[in-house]
T-cell receptor
Framework: AQTVTQSQPEMSVQEAETVTLSCTYD???????LFWYKQPPSRQMILVIR??????QNATENRFSVNFQKAAKSFSLKISDSQLGDTAMYFCAFRPGGGADGLTFGKGTHLIIQP | DTGVSQDPRHKITKRGQNVTFRCDPISEHNRLYWYRQTLGQGPEFLTY????????KSRLLSDRFSAERPKGSFSTLEIQRTEQGDSAMYLC???????????????FGPGTRLTVL
């Protein structure tokens, strides 16, 4: 079974700063997919960024980028120029590349952007 | 709006009652998923469908939980004889399937918050 670990329950940074959220996972699979989801207070889960394990290049989506280290089984999320609207719970999620489709989530990191 | 919708958004029930939640996926998505999220935790996968076929149900929490997707469109999740421990947010997600969509990115609905008194 896969496990996803997010070791930072809460982080707080000032607006416009850069912040990195950590995520490690454990799997015996070679092909898999990794995701970061954002869950704002009382609002629904939104996909932020995704990474295919077979791609060496780190994914980037505007101010969001990942540092994917396959050998270390690490998948951190970097948010540049943080904004007040980035305040949310952030969840790292894993899905194997085979038929099983359910996502395995970490416990989340509560990110607070201070004005 | 063509996002995932869930109904009701909130449900309060008494212990021992049965409850049913509905999920309407994005129309062109053939895969539909149910998750449970308790306070302070990430979502926990329960079951999923490809069209009307339920392909994974071993993760359903007990035999009190069941899900259907009879026509491959909307789905229902039923909890029988509810217990206080069933209080949680129940999330539905949908994704495209098939070889053209290997990532099968899941899009989530707003959830149904269940409170069992």
């Amino acid at each position: 079974a896969q496990t996803v670990t997010q070791s930072q329950p809460e982080m707080s940074v000032q607006e416009a700063e850069t912040v990195t959220l950590s995520c490690t996972y454990d799997t015996s699979e070679n092909n898999y997919y990794l995701f970061w989801y954002k869950q704002p207070p009382s609002r629904q889960m939104i996909l932020v960024i995704r990474q295919e394990a077979y791609k060496q290049q780190n994914a980037t989506e505007n101010r969001f980028s990942v540092n994917f280290q396959k050998a270390a089984k690490s998948f951190s999320l970097k948010i540049s120029d943080s904004q007040l609207g980035d305040t949310a719970m952030y969840f790292c999620a894993f899905r194997p590349g085979g038929g099983a489709d359910g996502l395995t989530f970490g416990k989340g990191t509560h990110l607070i952007i201070q004005p | 709006d063509t996002g995932v919708s869930q109904d009701p958004r909130h449900k309060i029930t008494k212990r021992g009652q049965n409850v049913t939640f509905r999920c309407d996926p994005i129309s062109e998505h053939n895969r539909l998923y149910w998750y449970r999220q308790t306070l302070g935790q990430g979502p926990e996968f329960l079951t999923y469908f490809q069209n009307e076929a339920q392909l994974e149900k071993s993760r359903l929490l007990s035999d009190r939980f069941s899900a259907e997707r009879p026509k491959g469109s909307f789905s229902t999740l039923e909890i029988q004889r509810t217990e206080q421990g069933d209080s949680a947010m129940y999330l539905c997600a949908s994704s495209p399937g098939g070889r053209n969509f290997p990532l099968r990115e899941q899009f989530f609905g707003p959830g149904t918050r269940l409170t069992v008194l």
